[in-house]
């Protein structure tokens, strides 16, 4: 262990705790919050680690639960979008000039937003 930072596991750990004790939807959501159903080892790599984490929170499906690295910065694509039916419709594009707000998503690689949406319903 480095210096007095948690291990892997003392973290996972640690959020499943508080999610099972503090978390609203915890009665709802106890089938979801089992250990078992994800490995987290202390000799995983970082990426491992965020990927099972974001995947644990994300079948809680609450916006609200995120995890993010304090050294990371976050990602930004240079715009913002909202889903209305079946488009994508810009509501801001601050850093992107190719697009601007008012402008309408309909495909993505050729699918459509309800199968992208479908294809990443868990993110």
């Known amino acids: 262990m480095r210096g007095n930072m948690p291990t892997k596991t003392e973290i996972f750990k640690d959020m499943q705790d508080i999610l099972r004790k503090d978390y609203s939807g ?11 159903k994800y490995r987290i ?3 995983m790599s970082d990426e ?9 929170l994300l079948d809680f499906k609450d916006g609200h639960l995120w995890f993010t690295s304090k050294n990371k910065t976050p990602l930004s694509i240079g715009f913002q979008v909202r889903k209305f039916q079946d488009a994508l419709y810009v509501i801001k594009a601050d850093e992107e ?3 601007e707000a008012g402008d309408r998503v309909i495909l993505i690689d050729g699918l459509t937003i309800s199968q992208m949406a479908k294809r990443y319903s868990k993110e």
């Open 48 to 56: 491992e680690f965020k990927s099972t984490i974001q995947s644990y």
């Open 97 to 99: 000039k190719r697009i």
């Open 41 to 43: 080892t202390d000799d």
């Open 26 to 36: 915890h009665i709802d959501k106890a089938e979801i919050n089992c250990r078992e």
